[in-house]
């Protein structure tokens, strides 16, 4: 029986939709309608600073921003390839999608630490 990695890159993007569904309507509602409205208070950089001195809110952030890399590099694969018709290049394209998920995550984890 050959073992395919497919299994793992579904879990990372099922993981990543979670994050995304469930994180950034929040923070679109937060950042781009009750702050600007001023609803709610902007957060000053002092305050920011404060929580990202904490290492589990860094690693959380890293977390959340590494699944929605793979969640999108998924999504662009396999639309790329059934929207172009271009399913013949499929390791070509899964290995730019998840290679660009995997840099921008060494990306993130630079920035954060």
């Known amino acids: 029986m050959k073992r395919t990695p497919e299994p793992y890159l579904w879990l990372l993007f099922s993981g990543g939709g979670v994050m995304a569904a469930?994180?950034?309507?929040?923070?679109?509602?937060?950042?781009?309608?009750?702050?600007?409205?001023?609803?709610?208070?902007?957060?000053?950089?002092?305050?920011?600073?404060?929580?990202?001195d904490l290492v589990i809110v860094r690693l959380a952030l890293l977390v959340v921003i590494v699944l929605c890399f793979f969640h999108a590099a998924h999504r662009i694969r396999f639309t790329s390839?059934?929207?172009?018709?271009?399913?013949?290049?499929?390791?070509?394209?899964?290995?730019?999608?998840?290679g660009a998920a995997v840099a921008g995550g060494v990306v993130a984890a630079l920035v954060m630490f």
């Open 22 to 52: 469930l994180l950034l309507p929040v923070l679109v509602l937060l950042f781009g309608v009750l702050m600007p409205l001023g609803v709610v208070a902007w957060p000053t950089a002092e305050h920011l600073a404060g929580l990202l």
């Open 81 to 98: 390839e059934e929207v172009l018709g271009i399913a013949r290049f499929d390791l070509v394209i899964a290995l730019v999608c998840y």
